[in-house]
């Protein structure tokens, strides 16, 4: 007999599995309690290969997403202006909520430059696609 290290009850040697290196070569749990732990949701969702899969699938989206991102910058970068010219704008930034904004929309074709920037408050840039939409 042995007693299983979870449910604390005494059990037959034939209930518990056998382990290399334990207690009279066998897992402290018993087979019963080693079962109920493999059915645990948080168990499971760990040993699940579809959850897995799909996490990696949306690594592989968000990844995606973000060069397309970066890329589309790129584009819209323009030739006027270097990196450095960027930087100092941003120490322009006014006082309070302000956020950068291209007055020709970078989908419209508007370019990532000096000349069509504007600092606008998260409330001014509501309304301006407001109007954009209407
Ligand atoms: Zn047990
Ligand atoms: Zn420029």
Redesign the pocket.
Known sequence: MKQCSKCKKSKELSEFYAQKGGKLGKRGACKQCVKEYASLPSTRKRNNAACRAYYQENKDKNRVKRAKRRAALKRAL????SSK?YTSFEATRPEGDYHLDHIIPLSKGG?H???NFQWLTAFDNRSKKDKIVS
Do not use: G, V
């Not at 323009?78 to 202006?81: E, G, Q, T, V």
């Open positions: 323009c030739d006027c202006c010219d370019k430059c000096l000349k």
